[in-house]
């Protein structure tokens, strides 16, 4: 107890740059899926794939079969999306991180399962997934 009051400080610091850390983890909700969870649901037509990242990245390499529109025109283009509301969106972007907040922009929209690819492009890359370019 010494310690920390001596070095309130530094405590202080340490308490505030471990909550800096967790803070990505707790404010994620939502739904996630493996790759190999992904796989399935294109494999079975179940699901729809919208990419959020630009189009330079989209050009680079995407997921088959993926529709490109940016986050920040998906609010916009969500209707362009409007005859696969009954389908699983699976949304990918490419860390997994940014696709949050456009899973939530197609919750609003009124998709019912909607999907985040966990890790995003660069995981399904890791696992050795086909990408169309």
Do not use: Y
């Amino acid at each position: 107890m010494k310690f920390i009051l001596d070095h309130i400080f530094l405590v202080g610091i340490a308490v505030l740059s471990g909550g800096a850390l967790l803070w990505p983890l707790l404010t994620q909700r939502g739904k996630k899926a493996t790759p190999q969870q992904v796989t399935l649901l294109i494999n079975r037509a179940k699901a729809t794939i919208v990419d959020v990242r630009d189009a330079a990245a989209f050009g680079a390499g995407h997921l088959p079969d993926a529709r490109n529109i940016p986050l920040g025109e998906l609010a916009k283009r969500s209707g362009e999306l409007e005859k696969f509301k009954n389908r699983t969106a699976v949304v990918v972007c490419q860390k997994g991180t940014r696709a949050f907040g456009a899973a939530k922009i197609l919750e609003k929209a009124g998709f019912a399962d909607v999907v985040v690819l966990d890790g995003g492009i660069d995981a399904w890359k890791t696992q050795g997934l086909p990408i169309t370019k």
